[in-house]
């Protein structure tokens, strides 16, 4: 079995088609379980969230799940193949489970290190469980992913100080105001980036804080935190002149701020300027307001720029936490090669074994009146002698490489010890019992 994981991130796709691909929690299992009818996937984890669009599957035949996932990816972007996939990565085994290590460690992630990705990995794992899509090896891959990204944020310091992306979104208001004291925020959305956006403009010195949501009392529970004012998604235009700042994180699925709605909020304004920032995928906020006169409209993708300062001070963080990962995934790749060359393993030994047995009857045959101290040094002769035999194939079949060179040498062990074969008359001389008349 392999692993394969396909997918886009910030780094690979502009945030309009990663807004095209936006998956609900409520589709995850629906689309996961279609993913597993696939006759080469086995299993399947799917991973979405505002920077990246992420599966990963267990396949017998890696070419074609990639191939079945890129189809997946056409589809629900409603592009042609490919357009889309010119923005897609596609990892196989080794780089597959690596990879995902370092995303469930925050190295992956738009702002380095973030402590968010953990948590949306986990989510992702309990989707596949509840969708039923996740076995014995995805089981397996994401407890040891679990504990790899732990290990890289309590051995290192890359989870030390983690920036966000809201503070990265307050560092950008401070650029285009310089002093926030004072300044009015209004927050559309009450989840996580938004009480995490209110903590730092606080810290700012902003004081006066609306929050707007589509149901009041989320609004007003967040609100309270800050001695803030909430109000619901209908009431935004009679407040939204009095925000200096504008952060947008919701779930919807369609615009919430438009290039009129935010017109006349301006002109109420007195042409003072007004920063908008929207962190959502799909996005909140019309991109054609920012063709507005004295409008900041900031994406989630332009703040790559303030994060790339962050990415450079804690590289070094990040190289420790690499090698902490390469470590905690060769031992889960040991794992994954054994369940396939055990069996094979066993199988030879099974098959050696019975051949010993075979050659040592016809030899006692030849060898009349043996006495049991000389059968017993023909029995010990022959075991060893097979070992011995055995030992360099044995030996090279526990370490092999999860890759094609590891299959051929798979391949070639089966035929070299006679397994194709023995298979073979074994198939053969079941279908002639099968074909013989019931008695």
């Known amino acids: 079995m392999r692993i394969c994981y396909v997918g886009l991130n910030h780094r690979t796709a502009p945030v309009e088609l990663r807004e095209r691909l936006a998956i609900g929690a409520q ?26 669009v992420e599966m990963t599957v267990v396949t017998h035949d ?13 589809r629900k972007a409603a592009m042609d193949l490919e357009q889309v996939i010119e923005h897609l990565y596609s990892y196989t085994t080794d780089d597959a489970v690596r990879h995902l290590y370092a ?32 076995g014995h090896i995805l ?4 407890q040891s992913t679990f504990a790899a ?35 009015t925020v209004m927050l559309i959305g009450a989840g996580e980036m938004a009480e995490l956006a209110a903590t730092h403009l606080r810290a700012q010195g902003c004081t006066n804080i609306l929050v707007a949501n589509r149901t009041l009392e989320r609004a007003r529970k967040l609100a309270q935190n800050f001695d803030g004012h909430a109000l619901t998604l209908e009431h935004i235009e009679q407040y939204l002149d009095a925000a200096d700042i504008v952060l947008s994180s919701t779930g919807a699925n369609t615009f919430v701020l438009l290039p ?33 006169d004295d409008i900041y409209l900031y994406d989630i993708d332009d703040l790559q720029q303030v994060v790339q300062g962050n990415r450079e001070q804690r590289g070094q963080e990040a190289e420790k936490a690499r090698a902490l990962l390469h470590e905690e995934a060769e031992a889960f790749l040991n794992w994954l090669k054994s369940l396939e060359t055990v069996p094979l393993i066993r199988n030879i030994q099974t098959h050696m074994e019975q051949l010993r047995q075979e050659e040592l009857a016809k030899a006692e045959k030849y060898l009349k009146g043996l006495s049991p101290e000389q059968r017993e040094a023909m029995e010990r002769f022959s075991r060893a002698l097979m070992k011995r035999f055995m030992h360099p194939a044995l030996k090279t079949l526990k370490t092999l490489p999860a890759d094609i060179e590891g299959d051929l040498l798979m391949g070639s062990a089966n035929r070299l010890f006679g397994l194709e074969q023995t298979r073979a008359s074994t198939t053969d001389a079941g279908k002639e019992s099968d074909e013989q008349p019931l008695r």
């Not at 709605?261 to 307001?289: H, Q, S, Y």
């Open 27 to 52: 589709d995850i299992a629906a689309i996961l379980q279609q993913t597993v009818s696939h006759p080469a996937i086995r299993e399947a984890a799917l991973l979405s969230t505002c920077n990246r």
């Open 62 to 74: 890696p070419d074609a799940a990639i191939a079945a996932l890129h189809e997946w990816f056409a």
């Open 103 to 134: 995303v469930a460690a925050g190295l992956d992630s738009l702002v380095l290190g973030e402590p968010q990705i953990l948590g949306q990995v986990k989510a992702s794992y309990e989707h596949a469980l509840d969708a039923g899509t996740a």
């Open 139 to 142: 089981h397996r891959l994401y």
């Open 149 to 183: 990204a732990k290990r890289a944020r309590s051995e290192t310091a890359i989870g030390k100080q983690a920036v966000n992306i809201s503070s990265c979104a307050v560092e950008l208001a401070r650029h285009i105001f310089g002093d926030l004291a004072g300044k």
């Open 260 to 292: 009129d709605t935010v017109e006349r909020a301006i002109r109420k304004r007195k042409n003072r300027p007004m920063f908008l920032v929207d962190i959502a995928v799909p996005r909140d906020i019309d991109p054609r307001i920012a063709e507005l």
